[in-house]
Structures are given as structure tokens and as C-alpha cells.
């Protein structure tokens, strides 16, 4: 059975592939918030990144402590081949249901809304 993706899961290995090898706490968040719009707490993102490493999909790895964050260790991610392949799969299906239906959502939000 195929492991389905979540939408933060998503956006999350989404960052990853983006980010390359500078893909931490504080990037993903700023990667998420600004390309999709979205708020995310770090807590949000550490959970998420341990189910995902818990599948396989990602790795981590802790950097070197440095003065400029007070000693603190940075918790890099990776994303693995079976990570890349469940986005595949995730964004093929979402991009297979999306198909042509951007004229309809444009009709559909410039609709007035219905009244009682």
C-alpha cells in the first residue's frame, strides 16, 4: 500500500527539493511561508520532518554548533529517492485533477455569492 502525502507534507518536501542542501528549521519555514502563503511554527516542521524520516522520505543530520546562533546546532534535512517519489506521485495526481479547470474556477469565484 502507497503512502498518500499530506499538503503540509507537500509543501514540505517541496522546500526540501528548492532548498537543496541549506533546507533547515528556519528555511523551510521562510520557503513555505513565502511561496505558498501559509504560517508554519518550527514545532510544526520538526514534527513533520520525524513522520517523513520515519518513512523514508527524508533524512537529517545536525550541522556544527556556531557562535552566531548562541552554540545551537542546525537540524538539516535531505530529501531521499522514496520521498522524490511519493511528490511525484502527489503533484502527477494533483496536476491530473487540476487539468483544465482554471477557467471554471475563474467562473466559480466571480460568482456572487448565493443568498438564503
Known sequence: MTTR???FE???LFAL???GDNAY???IRREIESRAGRSVSSGAIHTAMERLES???VTSAVGE???RRGGKR???YRI???GAEALSRSYDALHEMAKGLRPKLADLTAQKPATR
Open 65 to 67: 554548533p556556531t557562535p
Open 10 to 12: 507537500q509543501l514540505l
Open 55 to 57: 518513512r523514508g522520505y
Open 74 to 76: 542546525k537540524k538539516f
Open 17 to 19: 527539493v528548492r532548498l
Open 80 to 82: 531521499q529517492r522514496a
Open 5 to 7: 502525502l499530506g499538503e
Open 25 to 27: 528549521g528556519v528555511t
